[in-house]
């Protein structure tokens, strides 16, 4: 199931980052959306962090080489999802630093997201 578990990850990596590139202006709208709703907005996206998370730690519990990412990617998404289900207002500060002005930053994340894809894809396909 770990190598399944890696494409998964490839997959939603490759999905979202080429979004980032391509639509940076509708996750600035998307985000902003979310905090206009406050702390409900911050549970939605925890929802999506912990779900995703969750996922990876149940099915990919590798501690030693490459595939080490996948873990640590799960455990910070579910890092991500304790914050914003226990700290609302610490993950709020993440949503405030959203802006039109900052739409490239999402770029910048597609490129990172990109790069994890790749690096999922890479250490389920060699396996």
């Given at each position: 199931?770990?190598?399944?578990?890696?494409?998964?990850?490839?997959?939603?990596?490759?999905?979202i980052g080429l979004s980032h590139l391509a639509q940076?202006?509708?996750?600035?709208?998307?985000?902003?959306w979310l905090r206009g709703k406050g702390s409900a907005?911050?549970?939605?996206?925890?929802?999506?962090?912990?779900?995703?998370?969750?996922?990876?730690?149940?099915?990919?519990?590798?501690?030693?080489?490459?595939?080490?990412?996948?873990?640590?990617?799960?455990?910070?998404?579910?890092?991500?999802?304790?914050?914003?289900?226990?700290?609302?207002?610490?993950?709020?500060?993440?949503?405030a630093r959203v802006s039109p002005e900052r739409a490239?930053?999402?770029?910048?994340?597609?490129?990172?997201?990109?790069?994890?894809?790749?690096?999922?894809?890479?250490?389920?396909?060699?396996?």
């Amino acid at each position: 199931m770990e190598r399944e578990t890696e494409i998964f990850a490839a997959v939603q990596f490759l999905v979202i980052g080429l979004s980032h590139l391509a639509q940076p202006r509708a996750w600035v709208d998307f985000f902003v959306w979310l905090r206009g709703k406050g702390s409900a907005g911050v549970f939605a996206n925890g929802f999506l962090s912990l779900w995703f998370g969750s996922f990876l730690v149940a099915f990919h519990n590798v501690w030693e080489g490459l595939p080490t990412v996948v873990t640590l990617l799960g455990w910070a998404q579910v890092l991500k999802g304790l914050v914003s289900f226990v700290l609302p207002q610490v993950a709020m500060r993440g949503l405030a630093r959203v802006s039109p002005e900052r739409a490239w930053e999402f770029r910048v994340g597609g490129i990172v997201a990109l790069a994890l894809s790749a690096v999922c894809w890479y250490s389920a396909l060699t396996r």
